[in-house]
């Protein structure tokens, strides 16, 4: 499973109350609960809460979220999400981003875009509703597209990386950007390769998807072969752009992430053991 996605064997509920069983992801502000051996919350809960949500269940036990009003307590400390890599098991993991998206979404949702009226939680589904003018609100999705470019064969494969100024030093990743509206995942593809890099490529191969709930995206990883063209880096979004050998890389992202993910499966396909 996926560190960063919602396990399979979960159970979206929106009908739930809490009982003793229950597994709270309590957010102060956008930094979750947890204490250093990785336990949540469980059952009463002797806190102040605010925008209680029901999440689902898993092999039944049921899961909420809800925002702490105060400091956090005692033996708890309040970190942001993506400091929770590792900390927590990859279930929950993926039951923490949930759940700080279903939370961001009611936090940044609780009046109508059209007319400014209250809105109402749907019974039915995860949405939002106006009782005055009927409007209906999703969680926000993000799709991201990623591109991890090749050249060359076995050892000889080379990777097109890319870092932005706000990488950690020396750290270089795959192409990726937004999807724009009304554009295929392919174009979009396409699009940010020649924006960020100046390089054409050939035909794309599809790899695998993660959600990545910092705050919300979806990414869409895709491989393709190098065609034509001078690497030239966007000016103000990439710092550098370079071609690397698969037997020296420099510095890549953490391995939680898809980049990564993408990464080691074309070194490991360049260099069989």
Same mark, same amino acid.
């Given at each position: ?8 064997? #979960? %159970? ?10 229950? +597994?709270?992801? +309590? $957010?102060?502000? /956008? ?14 809960? /002797?806190? &102040?809460? %605010? @925008?209680?949500?029901? =999440? ?14 105060? @400091? &956090?307590?005692?033996?708890?400390? *309040? ?5 929770? #890599?590792?900390? =927590? ?5 993926? =039951? ?5 998206? +279903?939370? @961001? $979404?009611?936090?940044? !949702? ?13 019974? !039915? ?24 470019? !090749? ?15 706000? $990488? ?9 950007? $937004?999807? %724009? ?10 699009? %940010? ?14 790899? #695998? ?6 705050? !919300? ?12 063209? *001078? ?17 020296? =890389? ?13 990464? @080691?499966?074309? +070194? ?6």
């Amino acid at each position: 499973m996926i560190a960063t996605s919602r396990p399979q064997a #979960f %159970e979206p509920d929106l009908t739930l109350s809490p009982t003793p069983q229950t +597994v709270w992801f +309590v $957010f102060q502000g /956008p930094r979750l609960l947890v204490r250093e051996d990785g336990t949540l919350p469980q059952g009463e809960v /002797p806190w &102040a809460l %605010e @925008d209680v949500t029901p =999440l689902g269940r898993q092999e039944d036990v049921p899961f909420f979220t809800a925002g702490l009003s105060g @400091d &956090a307590p005692e033996g708890w400390a *309040a970190l942001p999400v993506r400091a929770c #890599f590792g900390r =927590l098991p990859d279930d929950r993991m993926g =039951l923490a981003g949930y759940a700080a998206q +279903v939370l @961001d $979404f009611i936090r940044t !949702h609780r009046y109508c875009g059209r007319c400014a009226s209250a809105l109402t939680d749907a019974a !039915h589904e995860r949405s939002r509703r106006c009782p005055n003018c009927g409007l209906a609100v999703y969680p926000r999705v993000a799709p991201v597209a990623m591109v991890l470019i !090749h050249r060359g064969q076995g050892a000889a494969t080379e990777l097109l990386l890319a870092r932005s100024p706000h $990488f950690p030093p020396g750290m270089y990743s795959a192409i990726a950007g $937004f999807v %724009e509206p009304s554009e295929t995942l392919e174009t979009a593809a396409r699009r %940010e390769v020649l924006e960020e890099v100046g390089v054409q490529v050939g035909e794309l191969r599809y790899a #695998f998807s993660q959600p990545w709930p910092f705050p !919300h995206s979806l990414m869409l990883g895709f491989d393709a072969e190098y065609v034509s063209g *001078a690497i030239t880096p966007q000016a103000g979004e990439i710092e550098d752009a370079r071609w690397f050998p698969v037997t020296a =890389l420099p510095t890549l992202p953490a391995p939680v992430s898809i980049a990564r993910a993408l990464i @080691d499966r074309a +070194v490991q396909a360049a260099l069989p053991l």
